[in-house]
T-cell receptor
Framework: AQTVTQSQPEMSVQEAETVTLSCTYD???????LFWYKQPPSRQMILVIR??????QNATENRFSVNFQKAAKSFSLKISDSQLGDTAMYFC??????????????FGKGTLLTVNP | ETGVTQSPTHLIKTRGQQVTLRCSSQ?????VSWYQQALGQGPQFIFQ???????GRGNFPPRFSGLQFPNYSSELNVNALELDDSALYLC??????????????FGEGSRLTVL
């Protein structure tokens, strides 16, 4: 079974500080992609960052970076210089490419991040 | 390019009724997926359509069905509604091609309440 576990249902951080959201996953596939999605109160899910499993280098997008540990099946998200607009539900997810036929995203239950002024 | 749009944004139904939710894919995308997001949970995969055919299905009963049209827009139909069907239904489009990352682009969702 393919699963994603986010062990922190809620987190809070002060504006301008750094916060790390944790995620572990389980899959028997070797070729997959990992994502962090953000869902603000307006509901639309938007992509924050993605990581190809075959790449050892951790992905970085401006203030967002990941710590990808393939052997441990761990994929944490670090947000630096937190801003009020980062307040949202954050979902960790992965997608496998089984011969290119099925792109089902498996999501965790999410972490509600609140950035305090 | 236009994004993914869904309609209606909110609707209320009663048990036993049927509902149709609609989704317009992002321009250039050939695949649409539907997800159910219960309150406080992560989205759960319902099914995916590629070139007007179902291309994968999650653990949902047959009363959940879908269609994809030649213009790649899509419908999600749910028959015999149950209280547990109350959720946010998300549509996501993508361009399915061997070797790509399968990144999904989501709509804002349709909030269904079943009374």
């Amino acid at each position: 079974a393919q699963t994603v576990t986010q062990s922190q249902p809620e987190m809070s951080v002060q504006e301008a500080e750094t916060v790390t959201l944790s995620c572990t996953y389980d899959t028997s596939e070797n070729n997959y992609y990992l994502f962090w999605y953000k869902q603000p109160p307006s509901r639309q899910m938007i992509l924050v960052i993605r990581q190809e499993a075959y790449k050892q280098q951790n992905a970085t997008e401006n203030r967002f970076s990941v710590n990808f540990q393939k052997a441990a099946k761990s994929f944490s998200l670090k947000i630096s210089d937190s801003q009020l607009g980062d307040t949202a539900m954050y979902f960790c997810a992965f997608i496998t490419n089984s011969g290119g036929s099925n792109y089902k995203l498996t999501f965790g239950k999410g972490t509600l991040l609140t950035v305090n002024p | 390019e236009t994004g993914v749009t869904q309609s209606p944004t909110h609707l209320i139904k009663t048990r036993g009724q049927q509902v149709t939710l609609r989704c317009s894919s992002q321009s250039g995308h050939n695949t649409v997926s539907w997800y159910q997001q219960a309150l406080g949970q992560g989205p759960q995969f319902i099914f995916q359509y590629y070139r007007e055919e179902e291309n994968g299905r999650g653990n949902f009963p047959p009363r959940f069905s879908g269609l994809q049209f030649p213009n790649y827009s899509s419908e999600l139909n749910v028959n015999a509604l149950e209280l547990d069907d109350s959720a946010l239904y998300l549509c996501a489009s993508s361009f399915l091609n061997r070797g790509n990352t399968g990144e999904l682009f989501f709509g804002e969702g349709s909030r269904l309440t079943v009374l």
